[in-house]
T-cell receptor, first 114, second 113 residues
Framework: DSGVTQTPKHLITATGQRVTLRCSPR?????VYWYQQSLDQGLQFLIQ???????AKGNILERFSAQQFPDLHSELNLSSLELGDSALYFC?????????????FGPGTRLLVL | AQSVTQLGSHVSVSEGALVLLRCNYS??????LFWYVQYPNQGLQLLLK??????LVKGINGFEAEFKKSETSFHLTKPSAHMSDAAEYFC???????????FGAGTRLTVKP
């Protein structure tokens, strides 16, 4: 158990809909990362937050957005969902958000768009 | 930007045999290199990482990796495979000026009894 929690575990929705994925980092970690894992694209970095502020951005679509709240939990919002958004979405956390730090991954949210 | 290439999407070894999973990186600045393992229906777990200092890095579960700058490689090895090592292994890279962690495509390790 990494100490990172993600909810929900599974999500099934329809095209065009909007969903919110939630992540709680390990106790004491200030930085949160979001990743998408799919069969065709592999593991892709989406976005990183540190203490409530966006720190780095990867291959995140404009239809996706994220935020980190004062209690340090984070939410990833996916809107206008398409079939191709079906994937496993991971959240990870690290103490200070530095590139050399170990990232601790949550168990993931499996999203299926029908 | 950095990138990694994992050679071999599937590797199969017998129990007790040497495990060798290959990773080559590309980076215009000194890289930070990581190996993560993913068991079925679970998140990723760090096996080991190289940031600075000693180029031979030892990790959990008997795994180790050597950073070879001249070969731009960071191959993962374990002297003797166990059945419990069967999983997907990912090599990843970042750098001091880049938080965008880039993962390889992964190598699925199968261990035969």
């Amino acid at each position: 158990d990494s100490g990172v929690t993600q909810t929900p575990k599974h999500l099934i929705t329809a095209t065009g809909q909007r969903v919110t994925l939630r992540c709680s980092p390990r106790s004491g970690d200030l930085s949160v990362y979001w990743y998408q894992q799919s069969l065709d694209q592999g593991l892709q970095f989406l976005i990183q937050y540190y203490n409530g502020e966006e720190r780095a951005k990867g291959n995140i679509l404009e239809r996706f957005s994220a935020q980190q709240f004062p209690d340090l939990h984070s939410e990833l919002n996916l809107s206008s969902l398409e079939l191709g958004d079906s994937a496993l979405y991971f959240c990870a956390s690290s103490p200070a958000g530095r590139p050399q730090e170990t990232q601790y991954f949550g168990p993931g949210t499996r999203l299926l768009v029908l | 930007a950095q990138s990694v290439t994992q050679l071999g999407s599937h590797v199969s070894v017998s129990e007790g045999a040497l495990v060798l999973l290959r990773c080559n990186y590309s980076s215009s600045v000194p890289p930070y290199l990581f190996w993560y393992v993913q068991y079925p229906n679970q998140g990723l777990q760090l096996l080991l990482k190289y940031t600075t200092g000693a180029t031979l890095v030892k990790g959990i579960n008997g795994f180790e990796a050597e950073f070879k700058k001249s070969e731009t490689s960071f191959h993962l090895t374990k002297p003797s495979a166990h059945m419990s090592d069967a999983a997907e292994y990912f090599c990843a890279v970042t750098a001091y000026n880049n938080n965008d962690m880039r993962f390889g495509a992964g190598t699925r390790l199968t261990v035969k009894p």
